[in-house]
């Protein structure tokens, strides 16, 4: 799986404290993330998704 | 954010082996022997994980984010799983081939347990470095 996390933080100014803060997971699954390492589960996703305004699909790309 | 109390006080128990450690190197009547560098060893690399963790705990805290979340909590079931199978492989090995070589039972059973934490140490470290993924059949 893809992510456009890493793309969105620095469009929206965004560190990756900042946003594991808002999203309130560690700082380290935001890493994990951004890598396409971790899987997220829906409210996660969907958590991510809303800080960046955007819909799953957009954020989170399946390869 | 104020460091939840639980952190600290999480330290403790690495103090303690610390101490214990280091007490029963000191005070050994008898010189320490081949298996007692490896338990001492084990116990010192099995502490040292630990308070990796422990710290990483805190620094988060310190930066306002949770110490635990849906990824941590995942990578220690996966960590634990696989150590209870590793850890059986290691009985049974020792059951089978160091019981004839070291018949002093205590020495097999400190061995066994100091085996069983250091797989759940290294298995925890190998996880929270590469991650877990639900793909994963092994």
């Given at each position: 799986?893809?992510t456009r996390i890493k793309e969105l933080r620095a469009r929206d100014n965004l560190t990756q404290v900042e946003l594991a803060q808002k999203v309130?997971v560690?700082r380290?699954?935001i890493v994990?993330l951004e890598?396409?390492?971790?899987?997220?589960?829906?409210?996660?996703?969907?958590d991510v998704s809303k800080v960046f305004n955007m819909?799953?699909?957009e954020v989170?790309?399946?390869? | 954010?104020?460091?939840?109390?639980?952190?600290?006080?999480?330290?403790?128990?690495?103090?303690?082996?610390?101490?214990?450690?280091?007490?029963?190197?000191?005070?050994?009547?008898?010189?320490?022997?081949?298996?007692?560098?490896?338990?001492?060893?084990?116990?010192?690399?099995?502490?040292?994980?630990?308070?990796?963790?422990?710290?990483?705990?805190?620094?988060?805290?310190?930066s306002g984010l949770?110490?635990?979340?849906?990824?941590?909590?995942?990578?220690?079931?996966?960590?634990?799983?696989?150590?209870?199978?590793?850890?059986?492989?290691?009985?049974?090995?020792?059951?089978?081939?160091?019981?004839?070589?070291?018949?002093?039972?205590?020495?097999?059973?400190?061995?066994?347990?100091?085996?069983?934490?250091?797989?759940?140490?290294?298995?925890?470290?190998?996880?929270?470095?590469?991650?877990?993924?639900?793909?994963?059949?092994?």
């Amino acid at each position: 799986m893809k992510t456009r996390i890493k793309e969105l933080r620095a469009r929206d100014n965004l560190t990756q404290v900042e946003l594991a803060q808002k999203v309130s997971v560690r700082r380290e699954t935001i890493v994990f993330l951004e890598k396409g390492k971790y899987n997220p589960s829906l409210k996660l996703a969907h958590d991510v998704s809303k800080v960046f305004n955007m819909k799953i699909e957009e954020v989170f790309i399946m390869k | 954010m104020k460091i939840k109390h639980n952190s600290l006080v999480s330290f403790i128990p690495s103090i303690i082996g610390i101490i214990l450690l280091s007490l029963w190197a000191y005070m050994s009547k008898y010189p320490i022997d081949t298996i007692g560098y490896f338990i001492f060893g084990g116990s010192i690399l099995i502490i040292c994980i630990g308070l990796y963790f422990k710290i990483q705990r805190l620094n988060n805290e310190k930066s306002g984010l949770t110490s635990d979340d849906e990824l941590s909590k995942k990578i220690k079931e996966k960590a634990t799983s696989k150590a209870f199978i590793f850890s059986v492989y290691m009985w049974v090995f020792i059951i089978l081939f160091l019981i004839n070589l070291e018949p002093r039972v205590k020495i097999i059973l400190g061995l066994g347990l100091l085996g069983m934490g250091l797989i759940f140490s290294l298995n925890w470290l190998y996880y929270s470095k590469f991650g877990v993924s639900d793909e994963d059949t092994d």
